[in-house]
């Protein structure tokens, strides 16, 4: 008998309904265009921390942090580049 398939979700990333949370629109300071970003999960916290990748209007590339309590709204973003 073969070993049984280990439970894994059909999906493990799932699209927010709202996508795109963040624009440029939201930056703080002024931006071209703001890109995928990485995130993670705070454990002391629980909030949601984002790396996002920002385009200036040099066309330079910068990351800047953007935080929220529930993960999809309430974004503090970073006043400057991280």
């Not at 398939?5 to 795109?20: C, I, M, T, W, Y």
């Not at 209007?57 to 529930?70: E, V």
């Amino acid at each position: 008998m073969p070993p049984a398939e280990p439970d894994v979700p059909k999906s493990l990333f799932q699209r927010h309904p709202g996508n795109p949370i963040l624009t440029a629109r939201y930056w703080p300071y002024p931006v071209n265009a703001v890109f995928n970003a990485g995130a993670v999960r705070l454990e002391t916290s629980g909030e949601t921390l984002l790396l996002v990748r920002c385009e200036d209007h040099r066309g330079h590339s910068h990351l800047t942090a953007a935080r929220s309590k529930d993960g999809a709204g309430g974004w503090e973003i970073a006043p400057s580049p991280t």
